[in-house]
């Protein structure tokens, strides 16, 4: 008889149909290993309540639910099921996730028997764990193992994980900034703060507000952000107009906002980023923190995008920072090439010792 070669086996793993997801509080990615990331959509959900029907039912998901955020109406309800990384609408989730997985179905079929591996935050209690993993079944996987977003990162960011060398990863999610140092394939020490994208958007708001009088919506300041946001006051100066409803009569405004704007909306949220990266730093072991003053800072997640981030962080800290190849995918990239290398036994085995996988 034959025996198995090690390509085989690797064969075997992939015909699994293995699945990594990632539910963030902004957006949920889901990642296969013969095609890579299948689905990336904002984490929200629309129901739609008619009257004397009973219980609502589903009316979009995805981009098409976040696009009636602020302009639903009164029988339209489009929920963010994820606050701060975790899930506080369990029913709303599970909806969420099942329209998902079936969306990424729809050019190969994932498997019936797909085995889901999810990111979660390091700092999840064992009910908020128990809420992510129950809904990973909800949606169809046959088993859920979750990973610890930092390792999971790394991986994808093609760090050294294994390595004795120490390396920090800064994960700047919708709802919470995590920062974890990986050594030797576990994570040595974490740290976490609920703050991300919502955060830097509710401050451009409370900024604006402040300064002009005037409200903007959350989408209007999502696309300032991306468009001119900055970390830092840059040269040359970029700006943009953007319109609101004026405070004083109601009315539509228009006013123009400027990258300076935004560094300084931004100021409060990245010094609370930054003091959870030195927080971390006065925890790590000395070897640890010598080794990442040598290799430096990589930042993931889609908070990583705010303009001139790393450069922010690297004069506060005196480490060099990176941002990481396409940083919105990194966790999810990881957590597929985790399961991808292990089988189901083995992956269990390797990170429940360290903590990692609950």
Avoid: W
């Amino acid at each position: 008889m034959a025996q198995a070669t090690p390509h085989s086996s690797f064969l075997k793993r992939l015909s699994r149909h293995d699945v990594a997801v990632d539910i963030g509080t902004a957006n949920t990615l889901i990642y296969t290993a013969d095609r890579g990331v299948v689905l990336n959509q904002p984490s929200v959900v629309c129901f739609e309540r008619r009257a004397g029907a009973g219980e609502a039912t589903v009316a979009a998901v995805g981009r098409e639910a976040k696009e009636l955020l602020g302009r639903a109406p009164s029988n339209l309800e489009p929920v963010r099921p994820l606050c701060n990384g975790v899930i506080a609408d369990f029913s709303a989730a599970g909806h969420m996730m099942r329209r998902f997985v079936a969306m990424a179905r729809t050019h190969r079929p994932l498997g019936r028997r797909a085995s889901f591996t999810v990111c979660v935050p390091a700092t999840a209690n064992q009910v908020e764990l128990r809420a992510i993993r129950e809904t990973a079944l909800a949606a169809g996987a046959a088993s859920a193992n979750l990973i610890g977003e930092s390792l999971a990162s790394a991986i994808g960011a093609g760090l050294p994980v294994a390595s004795a060398t120490g390396s920090m990863v800064v994960n700047i999610g919708g709802g919470t900034t995590e920062v974890g140092v990986i050594a030797l394939g576990g994570l040595a020490c974490c740290g976490s703060v609920r703050v991300g994208g919502d955060e830097f958007d509710r401050a451009i708001i409370n900024y604006v507000r402040g300064l002009h009088g005037v409200l903007l919506g959350d989408q209007t300041v999502e696309h300032v952000k991306k468009t001119i946001g900055s970390a830092l006051h840059g040269q040359p100066v970029e700006t943009m107009r953007a319109t609101g409803r004026s405070l004083d009569d109601g009315l539509p405004r228009t006013i123009e906002l400027t990258s300076h704007d935004i560094a300084d909306a931004l100021a409060v949220p990245l010094r609370q980023v930054i003091g959870a990266v030195r927080q971390v730093f006065e925890t790590a072991p000395p070897e640890l923190v010598t080794d990442i003053a040598d290799t430096g800072i990589l930042l993931t997640g889609g908070g990583a995008l705010l303009g001139q981030l790393d450069a922010c962080l690297a004069a506060e800290l005196g480490v060099a920072v990176r941002v990481a190849d396409e940083p919105l995918t990194c966790a999810v990239r990881g957590a597929g090439l985790a399961a991808a290398c292990l089988d189901a036994h083995a992956f269990a085995r390797a990170f429940d010792q360290a903590a990692l996988i609950r």
